[in-house]
């Protein structure tokens, strides 16, 4: 399951940016949640985010729906 949401991510970002090879995706798995922090180039960032945080939004609730059927609940957390 954690592979295939990495790469869930990484086919999501990947295109949006225009650094792909600086995309980077760590799993941070505790007791109750996994937290997938998604680091990008700092002139990528804005990509990501987008206008109000939109694109980054819909990233988020297709990671959280990809992760429904999880029993630990999913965070992705975007830095740069």
Not at 24 to 46: A, C, F, M
Request: proline content about 2%; hydrophobic content about 40%; cysteine-free.
């Amino acid at each position: 399951m954690t592979v295939e949401m990495k790469e869930l991510i990484e086919a999501i970002v990947k295109p949006l940016v225009d650094l792909p090879e600086l995309v980077e995706i760590t799993e941070l798995e505790q007791e109750h949640q996994i937290i997938y922090r998604l680091s990008v180039h700092k002139g990528d960032v804005g990509k990501v985010i987008g206008k109000q945080g939109r694109i980054a939004k819909a990233i988020r609730t297709v990671v959280y729906a990809a992760g429904s059927n999880s029993s630990k609940r999913i965070q992705l957390e975007i830095n740069d």
